[in-house]
DNA sequence: GCGTCCAGGTCTACC
DNA sequence: GGTAGACCTGGACGC
């Protein structure tokens, strides 16, 4: 079954894709030989079904639904997930009209860069971040792998959901240290998922917060093992900008481009992107991962 | 193969 | 408010 979305004229499908480290963590995957990125969606009622993502035609994205026929609400609730994951209900015209104020930047609107490629919860956002904390990249592909294997739901004998709150909620603290290796980082996830699952918090209410950011930033860093860097990022993922969230390969990739190599303090990064207002941690991001648009894509 | 060192963010205790 | 040390894993390195 096949279904189609508009997407914005100013939408790139692959440069969101391709935007951050997202599409390599399941239960996203990207097919370049088809051309696709895919991805098993769960419903409200349970149902999980795989869907693969194209994007043929300038106007619109196809929507390939592998593994189940879907009625039309459910056709609308994926929709409206893939719209969530890609941005596509977001203006972006006003940063694009900033990023022609300054000239090196003038490439952003030209290639359609600026979409974060998003999870359809913020729930399952707040988790991989937490496991991009203080480990290798390597490391946090096993951790969500290992969350999506051993507590997703599994389709088509190869493809996994990700967790629900209630499903990392009702295991052990060791069976996440051991099982799922997120080490220390598991006693988090565990005090997350519990509050979720018991209905004493509802982070997805994030998405459409009217909170002033700084507001917000205090909200999201108020889950344990959330700090500085991973508010931050969160916060992009949110739709908020005004932070940068600087990790030591943001810094090095700064140093490189911008201090003939040479180490500055976090505070001179800071100061470099003020000029870009509420729109500086994108610009940030977009500065240090300018040379992944130098390639073409898919990879 | 084994042991050691180090990098990577966040938390907590302490000053 | 700032700082030190602990947390945990995996990769690099030396033996």
């Not at 496991?131 to 999506?148: D, F, G, I, P, Y």
């Amino acid at each position: 079954m096949k279904v189609t979305i508009p997407v914005p004229s100013d939408f790139n499908f692959w440069r969101t894709v391709y935007s951050h480290g997202w599409c390599s963590l399941q239960p996203f995957e990207v097919k370049k030989e088809e051309g696709t990125l895919r991805r098993v969606f769960e419903f409200s009622s349970g149902k999980v079904l795989l869907a693969e993502i194209s994007h043929p035609a300038r106007s619109a994205l196809t929507i390939h639904i592998v593994n189940s026929t879907t009625t039309q609400k459910e056709k609308q609730e994926l929709l409206e997930q893939i719209k969530t994951c890609l941005r596509l209900d977001e203006d972006y015209s006003e940063f694009y009209r900033e990023a022609e104020k300054h000239r090196s930047f003038r490439w952003v609107p030209k290639l359609g860069a600026g979409r974060l490629l998003r999870a359809p919860t913020v729930f399952e956002d707040v988790v991989k971040m937490i496991c991009t904390t203080n480990c290798s990249w390597a490391l946090t592909e096993t951790m969500v792998e290992n969350l999506c294997k051993k507590l997703g739901y599994l389709i088509l004998d190869t493809r996994y959901s990700f967790p629900r709150p209630e499903s990392i909620a009702d295991c052990s603290e060791k069976f996440l240290r051991k099982e799922i290796r997120a080490g220390y980082r598991s006693p988090y996830l565990l005090e997350l998922s519990k509050r979720i699952a018991k209905g004493e918090v509802n982070i997805e209410e994030w998405r459409t917060s009217a909170l002033p950011t700084d507001e917000l930033y205090k909200e999201v860093r108020s889950v344990k093992g959330v700090g500085p860097y991973a508010a931050a990022n969160l916060l992009k993922l949110l739709g908020c900008y005004d932070y940068l969230g600087i990790d030591s390969w943001c810094r090095q990739k700064f140093f490189g481009i911008h201090k003939n190599g040479r180490k500055a303090s976090d505070r001179v990064i800071e100061k470099f992107y003020e000029p870009f207002g509420k729109w500086r941690g994108l610009f940030f991001w977009l500065d240090v991962t300018k040379h992944w648009y130098e390639k073409k894509i898919p990879f």
